[in-house]
């Protein structure tokens, strides 16, 4: 498939925070036509709202087609389904505002759907660590259903193969997700994803909702091992206070996904004094989203569980606490992505990321 394609970066950062992705996408052997960046719920610093320097920006990247596109609704949510909205294009690739690509990550990835049947395409996402990764960090890595190894904390995955092949809707991932729009638009597009802490009640289990979709209608999902994406690993990432932090967020995206199949909101039973037990159904309710390392160090595995329960447990209480939230979960599509107002005397549950033990 060429000439029809639309990479979409959503952003919550600077300009210049895209700009080691929007270099790489210009020295792509083929380089994309269009490329719609949106920044979304930008901090309150003229350093974000430089909105002078669009014009300026975009026309430096001319070449890829920059247009670039400022939406008020925080998370990653609104920031796709805006991007788009705004895209021309027939396939739209979404991509992470901090990776960088293969020199011919476009046309292997676009190049899959020259089969009609094909809805999905992802490839590796491989890792460019700031420094080192500690020891506890690589136990972290695991193996996958396709053979290879995947680190869902830091979104990064690389199967065994040399040859693209069928794979489940939920081994594509958001920072090398290609759809057709047609599938996006048919399918009812994403769930929420990335919401700031403060709203965090309104998370939902983003392009997993989408990618669950596409498996219950038969849509056909592939992976090219050639379309790789280099993940640019930053050392606020290589802590175990940040591990903790997809673990919690983590246990809200898989309460909102049982919630929205219709199970009742009820908490995790406490887990005070467990050890290394690990309820299969919510802690790897999905291939992907298995966060245990694979070898036990420490307390690690039980330290990054009682997370996990915690943001589950979070966001249950949310839930339990409003009615207008358990309609949001359970919405049909989140095409108009702003936040509904909850009831006047809602609050959310206490925001526990981190045990007092674990900072």
Known sequence: M???????????????????????????????????????????????????????????????????????????????????????????????????????????????????????????????????????????????????????????LQLDTNDTIDVDPDLVWGLNYAIRRDALNTLGGFHPDCVPASLQHFQGDGETGLSQKITEAGRRAVYNPNAIVHHHIGPERMTKSYFDQRSFYQGVCNSYTEIRSGTDPTPLPDTEGSDRSFPPLQWARRLKRSLRPSVAQDDLPARFFRAYVRGFNFHRACVRSSPRLLQWVRQETYFDYHYPTLEPNFSPAPREVHDPADR
């Open 2 to 156: 060429s000439g029809c394609q639309s990479v979409i970066i959503p952003t919550a950062n600077s300009l210049d925070h895209a700009s080691n992705t929007l270099d790489s996408l210009e020295k792509l052997e083929a380089p994309p036509h269009e490329t719609i960046l949106v920044q979304n719920a930008l901090p309150d610093d003229s350093r974000y709202r430089d909105f002078n320097r669009y014009t300026d920006f975009a026309n430096h990247y001319k070449d890829i087609g920059l247009k670039i596109f400022f939406e008020s609704t925080p998370g990653l949510l609104s920031g796709r389904h805006r991007g788009a909205a705004e895209a021309t294009g027939d396939l739209l690739i979404f991509v992470d505002d901090d990776v960088t690509f293969a020199s011919d990550w476009l046309s292997e990835l676009s190049g899959v759907f020259d089969n009609p049947k094909i809805a999905l395409a992802g490839g590796p996402s491989v890792p460019v660590f700031a420094y080192e990764p500690p020891q506890w960090l690589k136990n972290c890595w695991q193996s996958t259903p396709c053979g290879g190894r995947q680190m869902a904390q830091l979104s990064l």
